[in-house]
């Protein structure tokens, strides 16, 4: 009679323990970008979400394209990038479920403090970059697909200026993400598109400087969409909904709003 005792505790003890294990290992995984990363926004803010609702968020930080891609793929439940054609696209074509602003920051140009080009001062990024183009002064591009590369290439764009043909020569592309990207400028004396969040948060600097901001041009939106189940089984769509309610919620918003360095706030929520 002890032994069954002893066996039906035991048992017990290790359904009460397993449910315990599985409760603990409740996550998602978020495809998103490496200025939410770099930037310690997500350092900031999921630890309030993870305590709240016990969901552990796990994060993937590559360029806006390659997460778009991972997500397509089904290799996470939750988007969070920043370039909202390409998210309306996803959508569109019936990869995620509904897209969401979240915040919004802008792009700045950086540059040498030798200022080659002479653009420093200017609100007119086309114009700089233009300038840039014609003096065949030193860029550094991500080159990665990214939120930020889809940016500046829109300016090259509007500029009429082809980089393709200039790759290799005062055109460089890293290939990486924004940190190496700027580590490279740094070290050549080179112009360079970055998001503002990363660029306070960025610590060699060398002898870069802001060369151009305030362009509306410059505008830095982030969405947020929940993967589509319906395409991708595997998604936790309740725990990854759940998240995107906080994030747009008032508990989210408000913990982008208090992320500061330095006295700046890196990132302005926006969700409606």
């Not at 998103?32 to 993870?50: V, Y």
């Not at 008032?250 to 890196?266: F, K, N, R, V, W």
Request: hydrophobic residues 45%; contains cysteine; proline residues 3%.
């Amino acid at each position: 009679m002890f032994e069954t005792w002893i066996k039906a505790c035991a048992v017990a003890l290790a359904i009460v323990g397993a449910g315990t294990a599985l409760a603990a290992e409740e996550f998602i995984v978020v495809q998103s970008t490496t200025s939410t990363q770099n930037s310690g926004l997500l350092d900031h803010i999921l630890p309030a979400f993870e305590a709240e609702s016990g969901i552990e968020v796990r994060v993937v930080a590559v360029g806006t394209g390659q997460a778009i891609k991972n997500a397509t793929n089904g290799d996470g439940d939750v988007l969070l990038v920043h370039a909202k054609a390409a998210e309306e696209k996803f959508v569109a074509e019936g990869w995620g479920v509904q897209r969401f602003d979240v915040m919004y920051n802008d792009f700045v140009l950086v540059g040498p403090a030798a200022d080659q080009a002479g653009i420093k001062g200017g609100a007119d990024v086309v114009a700089a970059m233009t300038v840039i183009a014609k003096a065949q002064a030193p860029f550094a591009s991500r080159g990665d697909d990214s939120g930020t590369h889809k940016a500046e290439l829109r300016h090259w764009t509007s500029a009429g200026v082809d980089v393709a043909a200039a790759s290799g020569g005062w055109y460089r592309e890293t290939g990486s993400g924004m940190g190496a990207t700027l580590n490279l400028a740094a070290g050549m004396g080179a112009y360079a598109l970055t998001d503002r969040a990363t660029w306070i948060a960025f610590a060699n600097k060398g002898d870069l400087e802001i060369m151009v901001e305030g362009d509306t041009r410059l505008f830095n939106q982030y969405g947020v969409i929940l993967v589509n189940p319906e395409k991708h089984p595997g998604v936790k769509a309740i725990a990854g909904q759940r998240f995107i309610d906080w994030l747009i919620g008032p508990e989210g918003q408000a913990a982008i709003a208090s992320y500061t360095l330095d006295g700046q706030q890196l990132f302005f929520p926006n969700a409606r």
